[in-house]
């Protein structure tokens, strides 16, 4: 069972995130709250009673290669057209190419129930999103006006070509090449673990395809960008011949077995027919746009799947009997919820995956925010924003996911190792998710060296200062001054460690890479504690009204009391390691004693 927790990310959108800014900025009946009822009543409806029955029977199922076509798990087309019927993937785009037109926000709020339902089948409109936002900036108008409608509308699904066989993380070492032919490119070679890359769900998929043209520099400033069509459509838009692409083979994994994970091969007949995105050499420019959408998707599919993992082992141990309550007055054997220690792993699940749901979203009303403030200034800074907690939503997320449903498992006990009862689906499902949309140690680089490194961390003490704020807030009001004093000595421990970390990219950038990972977990852990405690702010005010519902807010009020209890003192002991020489040990340690003795 999945219930959509919309109370929950209504009070997210509103109370922490701060909807009410991009009211602001927008128009007045935009964001209606009518609209946003139907908007998550709707989603969560497919969610509960459409999506959430087939994530087992896509686990057991998978998907068939066979003759060259790919065929999804039962259920699955049919799931897909009820999606694109509802008009869901077209949600946060523009109504100028199709779109609903509402806010990032909005729509991330929505895909966190679609991963949480199903984690699989979310990764499809994840990446045909992102194809969008790409062809939206980087394309020509004639290559818009061809493929977007169809993507928008979720008629058509896109993909993200990137690495290959010989190639992983190292985009510099592609081989695939494109040579011009006429009006049109070729394409030809190999790519690897390509997301989606067949199946039967829709008649056409979009090819996003990084190669190498005649005479290109080396490395990543030599790659260019091409949409590689799986049917050719004609001038009319109606579907034309087969293009010379195939999926080779389909990857035996993990988890996530209902989403093909495909090595596709290119022009085994002489070229694929593909058309230049933006300019030549300019692939990797267009594709951080794509790149970036999805690694903000991936961190919400890890708040969906941390979601799904609190609902199940809270279900689980409050029906499980097992053992005598401790220091209880019955004899008789009582739910495993009532031992301290399962109350512990519960506690800790539902408060990671209510911090990492308002991190997400956050991140998302700051892309909003990006193209819709009035002044340029303000704009600026609400991507600076963005970019800064892109890799931790990413990073931070799905670790927190595969921390979760570990732990979700671990409640379930013996029964958890066992498939039948649908926790280890989720745990192998979840294990993806710090290893695609780029490793979470390439996010942690990502947020030392790009992210600190490039304005000498101004926006991230920007970030900090918010972060004040709210401790400060939280101080002066008196029944949530502990929490407040908590939440003060972790942002002291993160701009400790800021500090270190800008210090060290001028000393040894092998040591400043060496606790990036650390960092990025204490930059998230105290930025979720923050976001908690604005809630519980917000929560204590809205609970003087005598029409509220005093018991949710209440819950929302605990919850950043026991995070800063319970996780925020984690925050001193990552910044300890950072500044006390954890990245020199990493260094320093002989390699040789890495290796089988």
């Not at 990543?220 to 692409?245: C, E, M, Q």
Request: proline share 5%.
């Amino acid at each position: 069972m999945f219930t959509p927790p919309l109370s929950e990310i209504r009070f997210t959108l509103e109370h922490v995130v701060g909807l009410e800014r991009l009211r602001e900025v927008s128009a007045p009946d935009w964001l209606a709250p009518e609209l946003l009822d139907a908007v998550f009543e709707g989603a969560g409806r497919l969610a509960q009673e459409v999506l959430a029955p087939l994530q087992r029977v896509g686990d057991r199922e998978g998907c068939r290669l066979e003759n060259g076509v790919v065929t999804t798990p039962a259920g699955w087309r049919d799931a897909y057209a009820l999606f694109v019927e509802g008009g869901w993937n077209g949600l946060p785009f523009s109504e100028e190419i199709g779109g609903q037109g509402l806010p990032w926000t909005v729509a991330t709020a929505v895909q966190e129930l679609w991963h949480g339902a199903n984690t699989a089948f979310g990764l499809c409109p994840l990446l045909t999103q992102g194809a969008v936002e790409l062809l939206y900036h980087h394309a020509d108008p004639d290559l818009q006006r061809r493929y977007l409608p169809k993507l928008v509308s979720g008629e058509w699904t896109g993909t993200m070509n990137l690495t290959e066989p010989q190639a992983g993380s190292d985009l510099g070492a592609i081989r695939t090449r494109a040579w011009r032919d006429g009006e049109t490119w070729r394409v030809q070679g190999q790519k690897l673990f390509i997301t989606f890359g067949e199946h039967d769900l829709t008649d056409n998929i979009v090819h996003l395809v990084l190669a190498r043209t005649p005479n290109a520099p080396a490395g990543t400033r030599g790659l260019s960008l091409f949409l590689v069509p799986k049917i050719l459509p004609g001038a009319d838009g109606r579907p034309g011949p087969r293009n010379d692409l195939r999926c080779v083979s389909l990857e035996e994994k993990l988890g996530i077995h209902a989403s093909p994970t495909c090595l596709m091969a290119y022009g085994d007949a002489g070229g694929a027919t593909g058309y230049l995105v933006g300019r030549e050499c300019g692939g990797i420019e267009a594709m951080f746009t794509m790149m970036n959408n999805a690694r903000l998707g991936v961190g919400v599919q890890g708040v969906g799947i941390a979601e799904r993992a609190a609902q199940m082992a809270s279900a689980y141990a409050a029906t499980r009997v097992q053992g005598r309550e401790l220091g209880g007055s019955s004899s008789q054997p009582a739910a495993i919820i009532k031992h301290p220690d399962v109350r512990r792993m519960l506690l800790t699940i539902r408060l990671r995956a209510e911090a990492m749901r308002a991190l997400a979203l956050s991140a998302a009303l700051g892309l909003d925010l990006a193209r819709r403030e009035a002044e340029p200034r303000a704009r600026e800074q609400a991507q600076l924003r963005v970019d800064l907690l892109t890799p931790v939503v990413k990073a931070w997320c799905t670790d927190g996911a595969v921390e979760t449903a570990s732990m979700a498992l671990q409640v379930h006990g013996g029964m958890g190792y066992i498939e039948e009862t649908g926790i280890a689906q989720l745990y192998r499902d979840a294990r993806i998710t710090p290893i695609y949309e780029g490793t979470n140690g390439i996010q942690a680089n990502d947020l030392v060296f790009r992210k600190l490194g490039r304005d000498g961390g101004a926006a991230a003490r920007d970030f900090i200062g918010s972060l004040r704020t709210t401790a400060a807030e939280l101080a002066a009001a008196g029944d949530q001054s502990s929490l407040g004093a908590r939440l003060a000595d972790s942002i002291s421990a993160l701009e400790g460690a800021t500090g270190w970390i800008l210090e060290a990219l001028g000393r040894d950038l092998r040591e400043a890479a060496a606790v990036a990972a650390p960092y990025l977990t204490l930059f998230g852990t105290v930025a979720g504690g923050a976001l908690l405690g604005r809630g519980a702010l917000q929560a204590a005010k809205l609970a003087e009204r005598e029409s509220a519902d005093k018991s949710f807010l209440q819950a929302r009020i605990a919850a950043a009391q026991s995070y800063g209890a319970l996780l925020l003192p984690e925050a001193g002991a990552l910044a300890a390691a950072i500044r006390g020489g954890a990245g020199r040990t990493v260094l320093d340690h002989p390699e040789s004693a890495l290796l089988p003795q």
